[in-house]
Every structure is written in C-alpha cells, then in structure tokens.
C-alpha cells in the first residue's frame, strides 16, 4: 500500500498516516494481520523523525486498528472491533463536508453517491 | 621510468571520461530516468517539448565532447613537458579542473530543463512524499558475504607481504621492498571504503513509481541488486588485482608490473561500470511504462547535481549525476561532510603547489657553527659535526635502490626516511642529478645526502672530513 505525505498540509504528517493507514485498512489494501514496517524503518524511508511514526502507531493502537509487541512490531488487528457508532469527532467533519458541499450547490443525492462508492470501495 | 606516473594517469583518465560521456551525455534521451538531473516525463515527449529536449540534449552532447577531446589533446600536451615534477603538478590540477569542467554542460543542462518545465506548465508538487507500506525497509539485495571475502583476501596478502617484508616470513627474493605491502594496503584501503558505502546504498530509501506494491518491490529489487553487483565485481577486481601483482611480482620486479597492473584495473573497473549503467538503463526501460508516480523534487537538486533538502532527514541519496549516492548537503551531518570535504580539496590543491615550489628550490647543504645543516625552504636535518661518524662518498650507480617510508619522493628530489639499497629507516636528503652521495652515521642513525650536483657533493664530503680531521 501506498501512502501520500503532503509536507505542507496543515494536517500533521503523523496524522496523515495514521489516516491512509486506517483508509487502507478499511479498503482492504492492508490486510488482518499484515505487517507494518518498523517504526524506524518508515521515518526513514519517509525521512521523518521516528517519534512521528511512534506517535502514529500509539494512536492506531488505542484506536484498536493495529497491535505491536517488541518481538513482531506492528501488525493490523485480526478483528476490529465493530463499534457500530459514527464518533463525535467524525460527525462534525461529515458536517463540515455536507456543510460545504451544500453551500457549494451540490446534490444531496451526489453525496449519497459519493458515500456508498467510499463505503463500497469501489473509488 | 620517467613517464610511468604520466601513464598511470592517462589509463585512469581516458576511461574515466569516456564512461561519463556515454553516461552523462546520452544521445537517446527518451529512455533514461532523468535528463541532466530533471526527471523524465510524459510532457517531455509530446510533439513540442520533445524537439526542445532533443535540441537541448544535442547540444550538450556536443559540448561534452569537445571538452572531452580538449582534455585528451591536453593530457597528450602535458606528457611533452620534459621537467616530472611541473608535469606531475600540471596533472594533479588538470584531473581537479577536468572534472568540474565536465560537468559544466550537465549543470547548464539541468537550469534549462528547469526553464522548459516551467515554460511547459509543469506544476511543481514538491513536499509530496510517497511510500510503500509492503516495501518499506525491507528490501536488500546485497549479501555481506560476497563484499567481504575479498576483501580478507587482500587482508591476509597485505599481512603475508608485511611480515615478509619485516623479515619474519623468509623466502623472496625481495624483501623489505615494501611495494607489494604498499599495494596491497593501497587496494585494502579501497575495498573497506567500498564495502560501507555498499551497505549504505543498500539501504536507500526505495523508490515509489506505482501505486502497485508488486511493481515498486520489483523495481527496487533490481535497481538495488544492480549497485550490490557492482559493488562486489569492485571488491573481487581490486582482490584478483593484488593476487596477479603478487604473481607478477614473483617473475620480474619492475615498473612495468605497475603498468600492467594498474592497466589491468582500470579496464575491468570501467567494465564493471559501464555493464551497471548498461543494466540501470534497462531497468528504467522496463519500468518507464509501469511508472505511474513522479515525485517532482527536481527543484531540490541544485544544478542536478548537489541535493539540499533541509526537510529531508535522509544523510545518503542516490546520485543524479554520476553513479552510487550522494549526500543530502540540507543535512546537518551533510553540511559538516561538505565542510571537511572542501577544506581537504583547497588543501590537496595547496598541496600540490607546495610541492611543486618545495621540488624547484634549490636544495642547500651547508656547514654553520659546526653543525651540518640540509635545508630546502626549511631545515630538515641539523648533525653536529662532532656527531657524525664514517662519511663516504657514494656513487649512485644502476644498482642504487630508493624506497620511500614517509617523506616527498618527486624526482629527482627524495627528502625524508627511505629504504637506500635495502638499508631501512635512513634520513635522506638526495638531489638524482647528483653521481654521488655521501653517506654517515651519526646517532644512530644513516643519512644519505647529496647536493644538487656531484661537485656540490664532493665539497660537502670534502668538509666533512676536514672537520674530522
């Protein structure tokens, strides 16, 4: 799987691989159980600092999406936990979208459309 | 052999060049990976940027080649200089000056490819960074195994020569030469630079050309299997290179050993490296079609050639220009590295002036306050005459062998500790134009010493032993 780091968005370069790596996840590109490279590894292939990388493996792990232990690293859970629930954090950026799509005159029916190719996968 | 060092350099030089003509300067731009340090791409080959890229290409070819056939006209000008240390001086500077000025085309390439991309609307996304989870750290093509085998080959060939040379191993009939120890080190010396800077290219971050992680493991794969390639065929070279020395030396002990040598390296070096350029540029033949990424950081290379990325914490990146790695001069360790690499540049150039002037003064043996004084620019030895014990004059006849320890050995100036016909660890100030040499002990130790003539030689010898007396 291939991730996209822009050095100049806003979003932290920590949280910008946090959020392919769970994209991927979703997408099935990264696997139940697949490994992930060492923290080392990645901040040197990205040439970023490896508390960056530590930082993102931290939050995916209280998030539930990978497990790691010293012996194997990091590798995707086996089962995610299916919580069944959209979190608030991820209800105000929907709104946020919606909200901005609105104002941009796009069709409701344009993002549903959108949404059910996201939650497919087909795009 | 007068012209052996002009020789050496020559075999050196003309490979070298021509290897980076055909590799810098190519005449089919369409299927390399980047031109002139600006990276390939599709925009370039469509119908009008196409014609300006040839016509850019084309050109610097051509200014690559008369460069290229002035230096050749200007090592053939040099070698007619009859004085060896004005030559070796003017060769010194000439290899120093040729490289940069070889590279000149390349670096005014690069700033007008820069120039068309932006002419062409070629958007710069610099800040983008790919990577690919599956190939991350993980792919290595080099087996340690390979690289150091030959070299403790050489390792035990420089041990066995120094202990024969040290007399602790008998047999030979050439002990103490040191020139198989010397050679033997020299070549080690190669080998255990190349052996970190192979892992270091083994380790380079692996490139993302597809969203395809199949296709960029491949990619990787091969482009790394070909420098781990290279990297070994140098090692095992510089090791069979020292073996056929030794062999050689066996037969006969001569200078044309070195010629043969040094010929025989230099063109199973250039072998091993045009077959990686060859393979290199079948691997990005093969992979222009899967390439579905380009990273645009054309922008942080300046002239293509010297990569600055204060963001980028990588110290080691793969070369634009020329073959293997380079460093990131953004880098804090890279800025240290450039320091220490420009103060030893302006030092060897220092250097070689130092020499020459050091070689053209005069050299002066005199006798002041009872003490024989040897000076050329400085004062290298003082003797008090009470202090000096049996001078004879010396002839230096065919026989007469030199072998220098430490000190400056350009002809016909030998100044320092040499091995005089097999004697090690004698204090030498010789001039060559000289026929004789007086030779004494005093502390303990030998001194060989001339004028800069032979009449110069025998006044020294001539009060010498009027203060004996």
């Given at each position: 799987m291939v991730i996209k780091i822009d050095e100049y968005s806003d979003v932290p370069i920590y949280m910008q691989i946090r959020n392919q790596i769970v994209m991927g996840i979703s997408s099935g590109e990264l696997k139940a159980g697949e490994q992930l490279p060492t923290v080392r590894a990645l901040a040197l292939e990205i040439g970023i600092n490896s508390m960056t990388v530590s930082k993102t493996y931290q939050i995916l792990k209280s998030e539930g999406y990978i497990m790691t232990d010293r012996k194997n690293g990091a590798r995707v859970r086996m089962t995610i936990e299916k919580s069944g629930v959209i979190s608030d954090e991820n209800k105000n950026e929907l709104r946020r979208i919606v909200s901005e799509s609105r104002l941009s005159g796009v069709a409701p029916e344009e993002i549903h459309k959108l949404i059910d190719d996201y939650y497919s996968g087909k795009i | 052999m007068d012209y052996f060092g002009d020789i050496t350099l020559l075999v050196i030089m003309v490979p070298t060049l021509l290897v980076m003509f055909f590799y810098e300067y190519p005449a089919r731009w369409q299927d390399r990976k980047f031109i002139f340090g600006v990276r390939n791409r599709?925009?370039?080959?469509e119908e009008k940027a196409s014609a300006q890229v040839t016509k850019i290409v084309s050109g610097t070819r051509k200014q690559a080649l008369i460069i290229m056939i002035a230096s050749f006209v200007l090592m053939g000008l040099i070698m007619l200089i009859p004085d060896a240390t004005v030559r070796m001086s003017l060769w010194m500077l000439f290899i120093l000056a040729d490289l940069v000025l070889f590279s000149i085309p390349f670096m005014r390439s690069n700033l007008e490819m820069k120039s068309l991309k932006r002419e062409i609307g070629i958007n710069s996304n610099a800040g983008t960074i790919y990577t690919d989870l599956k190939a991350a750290g993980s792919i290595r093509a080099l087996k340690p195994a390979l690289i150091i085998i030959p070299n403790l080959i050489t390792l035990a060939v420089f041990i066995l020569s120094l202990l024969h040379d040290l007399g602790i191993i008998p047999g030979g009939?050439?002990?103490?030469?040191?020139a198989l120890t010397g050679m033997s080190g020299s070549f080690l010396s190669i080998g255990l630079i190349l052996v970190p800077v192979a892992f270091l290219m083994d380790r380079l971050r692996n490139e993302v050309i597809s969203s395809d992680s199949d296709t960029n493991n491949n990619y990787n794969r091969a482009k790394k299997k070909a420098f781990a390639d290279m990297f070994v065929a140098m090692s095992w070279i510089n090791a069979l290179v020292v073996i056929l020395y030794a062999l050689l030396l066996l037969f006969m002990n001569s200078d044309i050993v070195l010629v043969i040598q040094i010929m025989v390296y230099m063109f199973l070096l250039m072998a091993a490296l045009a077959l990686f350029a060859k393979k290199t540029v079948a691997i990005d033949k093969r992979y222009r079609n899967e390439t579905t990424i380009d990273v645009d950081?054309?922008?942080?290379w300046i002239l293509g050639s010297i990569y600055y990325n204060p963001e980028d914490r990588r110290l080691n990146v793969a070369k634009r220009m020329g073959i293997g790695g380079t460093i990131n001069i953004g880098h804090p360790a890279g800025k240290a590295i450039t320091i220490v690499m420009g103060i030893f540049l302006v030092t060897a150039v220092a250097s070689v002036i130092l020499i020459s002037v050091f070689a053209k003064t005069g050299m002066k043996v005199t006798v002041q306050n009872d003490t024989l004084v040897c000076n050329q620019v400085i004062d290298y030895y003082k003797v008090p005459l009470d202090d000096i014990k049996d001078p004879e004059l010396c002839e230096m006849k065919s026989g007469f062998h030199l072998s220098r320890q430490v000190g400056i050995g350009m002809d016909p100036v030998f100044i320092g500790t040499f091995i005089v016909n097999d004697e090690s660890g004698c204090n030498t100030f010789l001039n060559m134009k000289s026929d004789l040499y007086v030779r004494f002990e005093a502390n303990g130790v030998t001194y060989c010493i001339s004028g800069n003539s032979s009449s110069e030689t025998e006044e020294i010898f001539g009060k010498l032993e009027a203060a004996k007396k």
């Amino acid at each position: 799987m291939v991730i996209k780091i822009d050095e100049y968005s806003d979003v932290p370069i920590y949280m910008q691989i946090r959020n392919q790596i769970v994209m991927g996840i979703s997408s099935g590109e990264l696997k139940a159980g697949e490994q992930l490279p060492t923290v080392r590894a990645l901040a040197l292939e990205i040439g970023i600092n490896s508390m960056t990388v530590s930082k993102t493996y931290q939050i995916l792990k209280s998030e539930g999406y990978i497990m790691t232990d010293r012996k194997n690293g990091a590798r995707v859970r086996m089962t995610i936990e299916k919580s069944g629930v959209i979190s608030d954090e991820n209800k105000n950026e929907l709104r946020r979208i919606v909200s901005e799509s609105r104002l941009s005159g796009v069709a409701p029916e344009e993002i549903h459309k959108l949404i059910d190719d996201y939650y497919s996968g087909k795009i | 052999m007068d012209y052996f060092g002009d020789i050496t350099l020559l075999v050196i030089m003309v490979p070298t060049l021509l290897v980076m003509f055909f590799y810098e300067y190519p005449a089919r731009w369409q299927d390399r990976k980047f031109i002139f340090g600006v990276r390939n791409r599709e925009e370039f080959k469509e119908e009008k940027a196409s014609a300006q890229v040839t016509k850019i290409v084309s050109g610097t070819r051509k200014q690559a080649l008369i460069i290229m056939i002035a230096s050749f006209v200007l090592m053939g000008l040099i070698m007619l200089i009859p004085d060896a240390t004005v030559r070796m001086s003017l060769w010194m500077l000439f290899i120093l000056a040729d490289l940069v000025l070889f590279s000149i085309p390349f670096m005014r390439s690069n700033l007008e490819m820069k120039s068309l991309k932006r002419e062409i609307g070629i958007n710069s996304n610099a800040g983008t960074i790919y990577t690919d989870l599956k190939a991350a750290g993980s792919i290595r093509a080099l087996k340690p195994a390979l690289i150091i085998i030959p070299n403790l080959i050489t390792l035990a060939v420089f041990i066995l020569s120094l202990l024969h040379d040290l007399g602790i191993i008998p047999g030979g009939t050439d002990a103490s030469s040191f020139a198989l120890t010397g050679m033997s080190g020299s070549f080690l010396s190669i080998g255990l630079i190349l052996v970190p800077v192979a892992f270091l290219m083994d380790r380079l971050r692996n490139e993302v050309i597809s969203s395809d992680s199949d296709t960029n493991n491949n990619y990787n794969r091969a482009k790394k299997k070909a420098f781990a390639d290279m990297f070994v065929a140098m090692s095992w070279i510089n090791a069979l290179v020292v073996i056929l020395y030794a062999l050689l030396l066996l037969f006969m002990n001569s200078d044309i050993v070195l010629v043969i040598q040094i010929m025989v390296y230099m063109f199973l070096l250039m072998a091993a490296l045009a077959l990686f350029a060859k393979k290199t540029v079948a691997i990005d033949k093969r992979y222009r079609n899967e390439t579905t990424i380009d990273v645009d950081d054309d922008d942080k290379w300046i002239l293509g050639s010297i990569y600055y990325n204060p963001e980028d914490r990588r110290l080691n990146v793969a070369k634009r220009m020329g073959i293997g790695g380079t460093i990131n001069i953004g880098h804090p360790a890279g800025k240290a590295i450039t320091i220490v690499m420009g103060i030893f540049l302006v030092t060897a150039v220092a250097s070689v002036i130092l020499i020459s002037v050091f070689a053209k003064t005069g050299m002066k043996v005199t006798v002041q306050n009872d003490t024989l004084v040897c000076n050329q620019v400085i004062d290298y030895y003082k003797v008090p005459l009470d202090d000096i014990k049996d001078p004879e004059l010396c002839e230096m006849k065919s026989g007469f062998h030199l072998s220098r320890q430490v000190g400056i050995g350009m002809d016909p100036v030998f100044i320092g500790t040499f091995i005089v016909n097999d004697e090690s660890g004698c204090n030498t100030f010789l001039n060559m134009k000289s026929d004789l040499y007086v030779r004494f002990e005093a502390n303990g130790v030998t001194y060989c010493i001339s004028g800069n003539s032979s009449s110069e030689t025998e006044e020294i010898f001539g009060k010498l032993e009027a203060a004996k007396k």
